[in-house]
């Protein structure tokens, strides 16, 4: 399956994972306790150079990503020029565009194996409760079968169209492909159990 | 344990193809994105515990990286954007919508259309509308008038958990893990 | 030793599946015929372990494969009918070391292993490769080097032709015809036992004929012959 990580191998791919996360959250409890909008923009100002050492391109992947931000932007600049307190309001914008884009730099110069590294880490003072095993091999199934289920998912919406004039996949495709999951999971537990187990 | 274990995942996996597939048509033209409806159906089918923890495998998997939230969106950028709160909200929802599914005697469409709208709305709404408040620096009241705009639509949805559930329970009543 | 079944029944629910089953099994190719909810394929299920029966013993070798998980790992391996539902990992290497790491072996140990593996089988470059763009015939390859990999003294194979096409289907003959192991294959189609040494009838739950191939397989098709003659699938079963 598809990562958001940057295909292009970047200087900041080879920074540790740890280090980059445990800067990424110094930076955002940062963001929360600066008000003023210079200093805020200067960290936006950061996290922009940052995108820039990695090329053009992933500045480019960067800047499409804080799309989603858009509607927050509008309504924020709305409701504060109708306030009056727009100081106030840039600041809102400039700390939401700096924490988003820099976790989004993480997301994209870290490898989903480094990633996952970092978590087994993490988690290993709860191993006792949540076997590190488990939690890997839980990962890896939903990884499995997320192209499975969703083949499965887009015959039934096939299936659905070719008796209904509607072009969109009605609700009624909702409950086969709940019944698809269940009927996987029984087939996975039982090839798990052929194979030994869950551990 | 080989059967919670693939049941969580599967539903994690669900979750994230219900947030692939195109949008689905609710009765009249009105286009509804399916994966929230996917998070309170964890929650109705796999009942409290092995609702939530699909729900949290799943939010895991988007931090890790994986684009798996509706429109392809992922990573780590999603839990500093205004809306983490939904995010945070998620497997909560679905732990009260399965709380409900499990400790109610009520037939299968009554418990999970209820426990949709407590959990997947009311809960929901809670955690969404404080994250909103915080990361937009407003107050709660204001925050959640942004919040209005998409009642209707989850009401809507609350409906549907409530009919996919009774069709699973009608289908195979063993599956419904909720009412094991 | 081998698999032996003792007074075998299985009910699901107070309905029965399989009654009266008592079969010793230890040649090296044997064949379980029947009609689709015969009950065969739950026989290959109590067999394998993943059912335990509602009356009677299962044993392979001396083992309750029910009970003993970690013992049957290293003595029988199944095949299911479509790879789809037998393949857990996202990746050719991490699904063939499961196994592996399942028995035991470090992590490091069990990818060497795996390397080894796709090199003498001239197919190092499927190491990476996603499980789920793999074709159906390649699929069912996996499958069964991922049982093989565990070294298992019998395998179990549920209709292992049934997906595949007729060049991919020879391969497939060809490569199980050629293992050491011992082979118990379930199928509806007799072509698909032909070769063994003995063939066993499965009808309704019981058995119903058990010989050699030679003296089972025609019986077989000339009673599903005279079936299939007849408008018979309007019943629905209860």
């Known amino acids: ?199 | 344990m080989e059967r919670s274990l693939s049941h969580i995942a599967l539903f994690t996996a669900l979750i994230a193809v219900l947030g692939l597939v195109p949008r689905i048509d609710l009765a009249a033209g009105v286009p509804i994105t399916a994966q929230s409806l996917g998070i309170m159906l964890c929650g109705t089918i796999l009942g409290a515990r092995r609702g939530a923890l699909a729900v949290l495998l799943f939010l895991l998997l988007v931090a890790l990286g994986l684009p798996l939230l509706a429109g392809g969106r992922g990573g780590l950028g999603v839990f500093a954007s205004p809306t983490v709160g939904f995010l945070l909200g998620f497997p909560v929802a679905a732990f009260v919508a399965g709380l409900i599914m499990e400790r109610t005697t009520l037939a299968p469409f009554w418990a999970a259309t209820a426990g949709a709208v407590i959990g997947g709305i009311g809960v929901l709404y809670l955690f969404g509308i404080t994250g909103m408040a915080i990361m937009l620096g407003k107050s709660f009241s204001e925050a959640s008038v942004l919040a209005l705009a998409f009642l209707p639509g989850d009401v809507l949805k609350a409906v549907l958990a409530g009919l996919v559930t009774q069709a699973v329970a009608r289908a195979r009543p063993a599956s419904l893990l909720a009412r094991g | 030793m081998g698999i032996v079944l003792d007074g075998v029944d299985y009910a699901v629910m107070g309905r029965p599946i399989l009654q009266g089953i008592s079969l010793a099994l230890d040649e090296p190719r044997i064949g379980i015929v029947g009609r689709n909810g015969s009950g065969k394929t739950t026989l290959l299920r109590l067999i394998a372990g993943l059912v335990a029966p509602t009356t009677g013993r299962v044993a392979v070798d001396g083992i309750d494969p029910a009970r003993d998980r970690k013992g049957v790992l290293r003595r029988l391996g199944i095949l299911f009918q479509n790879p789809d539902h037998q393949i857990l990992f996202p990746t050719v290497a991490e699904e063939l070391a499961f196994g592996l790491r399942q028995m035991g072996q470090e992590a490091r140990a069990a990818e060497a292993a795996v390397m080894r593996l796709l090199e003498a089988e001239g197919r190092a470059h499927w190491a990476g490769s996603a499980t789920s763009t793999l074709s159906q015939g390649q699929k069912q390859y996996l499958c069964l080097q991922a049982v093989l990999m565990m070294e298992p003294g019998t395998i179990l194979l549920d209709e292992p032709f049934a997906a595949l096409d007729l060049p991919t289907r020879a391969r497939m003959a060809r490569r199980l015809s050629s293992l050491a192991q011992r082979l118990v294959t379930i199928s509806h189609d007799p072509e698909a036992v032909v070769g063994c040494d003995r063939v066993i009838w499965i009808e309704a739950g019981r058995v119903f004929a058990d010989g050699t191939a030679n003296e089972v397989l025609p019986a077989f098709q000339d009673a599903m012959q005279r079936l299939g003659a007849g408008d018979a699938d309007i019943d629905i079963a209860g």
């Not at chain 1, 936006?44 to 960067?62: E, S």
């Not at chain 1, 989903?112 to 880490?121: T, Y």
């Not at chain 1, 839980?138 to 299936?159: N, Y």
């Open chain 1, 1 to 199: 399956m598809l990562t958001l990580t940057s295909p292009v191998e970047t200087r900041l791919h080879r920074l540790p994972a740890g280090g980059k996360l445990a800067v990424l959250c110094l930076f955002s409890a940062g963001l929360f306790l600066l008000r003023s909008p210079v200093w805020l923009a200067l960290c936006l100002a950061v996290v922009a150079l940052l995108h820039l050492t990695g090329g053009r391109d992933l500045a480019w992947r960067g800047l499409g990503a804080l799309r989603i931000l858009w509607p927050f932007v509008v309504i924020v600049t709305l409701w504060h020029g109708w306030t009056g307190a727009l100081v106030e309001g840039t600041a809102i914008i400039l700390r939401m565009l700096a924490a988003v884009a820099a976790a989004n730099l993480v997301t994209m110069t870290t490898r989903l194996s480094d990633m996952i590294d970092v978590l087994s880490r993490v988690m290993r003072p709860i191993a006792p409760v949540l076997p590190p095993r488990r939690l890997a091999l839980a990962v890896a199934l939903v990884i499995r079968f997320v192209p499975v289920l969703s083949a499965r998912v887009g015959q039934i919406v096939d299936a659905h169209r070719a008796r209904s004039p509607r072009r969109r996949p009605g609700w009624r495709v909702l409950a086969p492909a709940a019944l698809a999951a269940l009927d996987d999971a029984d087939r996975v537990a039982e090839a798990l159990r052929a194979r030994g187990g869950a551990g």
